[in-house]
Each structure stands twice: as C-alpha cells, then as structure tokens.
C-alpha cells in the first residue's frame, strides 16, 4: 500500500486512534504517526505500544505540519481542541473526526479551522466496550461502516483522498448529511446504549434484593445489554448531550410503544402482543 499521507496526527489514544495507529502501521499509509494526549501515562503507553512514532507534549506541538489530523476525543472536548489547534494547521490539511455525533461537533470546531484546511467530519461505526490506548488493533475497521458528513463546498480532492484512507483501513464508506446522520445513530446507536444503561441499571437494584441472582442467571440478550453498559461513560455522557434533540425524539416513540404493550400485558390482549412481535421480528 502506497504512503497516502506524510505525517497524520491522532488527538486522543483510545481505542479508536490506537486501532487507527496499528492498521496505518501494518499497511504503510504514514511516514509518521504522532500522537497526543494530555495524560503523560497515556502518551508513554502509546509510544511503547508503537502505534505512533512519536509524542508530542503539546497539542499544537503534535499537529504542527500534519497532512492529516485526527480528533478522537470526547464530543464535549472538540470545541476547546478545535480553537488550540486552528492556528496551527498547515496550509492543505484535512482535519477529521471520529465522534458520534455529527451537527453539535461541526458547530464546534468549524469556527476554529482556518480558510485553506479541509474540514471533513466523520464516524467509524466501530468500536469495543474496551477503551483506552491498549484496548486498539488493526482489524477494527475491516468492513464496519465509516460515515463521513463533509461540509457544503468540501475540497472534492481532500474529501476522495479521505474516503480512500477509510477504504484501505478496511471500511465501507457511506456519505450523509449532519442532521441525518444523526437521527439514523439515534435510533441506531445512541437511543439503545441508553436503555442498555437503564436496563443494567435496574438489575442492578434488584440484585440487592436477590443476592446478585439478577446477574447470576441472565441471559444471553441481558449480557448484550451488560456489554454495551460497558461502553466508556465520559464519551456517552457527551454524545447524549449533544445529539439530544434526535435521541429524544426516537426515546419518545420507543416510550409510546412501551406504554402501549405494557397496557396489552395488563389487558392480556395475546393478540396484539403477537401482532406486534410478529411485525417486528428480523
């Protein structure tokens, strides 16, 4: 695989970045791989790990002369990295990211990128309830679905160069607007990871009455939910808050339905329970 951008810097070491770092490492997409964290700990890992060459001990250190740059922080933090960063790209460079969320991050970091950098948002839909710089591998990416949402007027040049990168790091590419984006990963992604947490959440509680039996004997579908509650928290708590209005619109349809099968288990209406179950079935 040819070398598709000289230097690429990753903000943020997670799963995400470190996954990023070894598939780039294992097919030869960089020259150099530099990375950023504000941890120190987090920064040596990294570098003993060898997914990036080097560290950088300042954010605006790391991005200096970048091709590409990668946010791969909590949604919440794009705003403060977008203006620390913005002065300090190079002329010609796509900036990118791996957020969940589409509309809240653009209006957070456009502001900040300079005319003559390529902004183009996007989204792996990849991911583990692993996290931190030990939890990446190359793999991850390998026919998952990369979202990107580029901007109205976005450099055509940059925005194929960036699709191909997506392409030899193993996904399929899809393009989409913002606001579609996120309504599609409400329903999707964001609303069940929060009944996930709520779910677990409540067999939580009753563990306490039943000596942990809740957990003892659950089956498999809980255990999905227990997975998924394993997610990091910090980066949920972000996406929830900033994809909140299309997340609370699907959370409202779902509480319609529930209200309306719980009444049918009270009336012990079987029909309407089989009716339901059997529209909705795979």
């Known amino acids: 695989m040819k070398v598709m951008y000289d230097k690429v810097t990753l903000i943020g070491l997670g799963l995400i ?17 530099v990375g950023f964290s504000q941890t120190k700990e987090t920064r040596e890992i990294s570098l003993d790990i060898g997914f990036v060459d080097s560290v950088a001990e300042t954010i605006e250190e790391a991005v200096a002369g970048a091709d590409l740059i990668v946010l791969s922080v909590p949604v919440g933090a794009m705003a403060e990295v977008a203006k620390k960063i913005g002065p300090k790209l190079k002329l010609g460079a796509t900036i990118t990211d791996v957020g969940s969320v589409k509309k809240s991050v653009i ?10 950098v390529h902004f183009i948002p996007g989204h792996p839909l990849a991911g583990t309830e692993q996290s931190g710089p030990k939890s990446g591998f190359p793999e991850l990416f390998k026919n998952r679905w990369c979202i990107l949402t ?20 193993g996904a399929n590419v899809e393009f989409m607007d913002a606001e579609h984006h996120d309504l599609v990963l409400a329903v999707t992604s964001h609303a069940p990871h929060l009944i996930a947490y709520t779910m677990v959440g409540v067999a ?26 394993a997610s990091d928290p910090t980066m949920w708590r972000d996406v929830f808050l900033n994809n909140k209005e299309a997340t609370l619109e699907i959370l409202g349809r779902f509480t319609e339905e529930l209200f309306d099968l719980q009444r049918a288990i009270r009336r012990g209406d079987g029909d309407q329970l089989f009716e339901y179950f059997d529209r909705t079935r795979a």
């Not at 970045?17 to 791989?33: C, D, F, P, T, V």
């Not at 209006?107 to 003559?116: E, L, R, T």
């Not at 306490?208 to 227990?226: L, M, P, Q, W, Y």
Request: charged share 30%; aromatic share 6%; hydrophobic share 40%.
């Open 150 to 169: 580029p901007l109205e007027n976005c450099n055509e040049e940059a925005r194929n160069k960036l699709e191909q990168y997506w392409e030899a790091l």
């Open 204 to 229: 939580d509680d009753l563990g306490r009455i039943t000596d942990k039996e809740v957990i003892n004997f659950s089956a498999a579908g809980f255990r999905d939910f227990t997975r998924i509650a």
């Open 107 to 116: 209006d957070m970091v456009k502001p900040h990128i300079p005319a003559g």
């Open 17 to 33: 970045a470190s996954s990023m770092g070894h598939a780039m490492k294992k097919i030869g997409l960089a020259n150099e791989i």
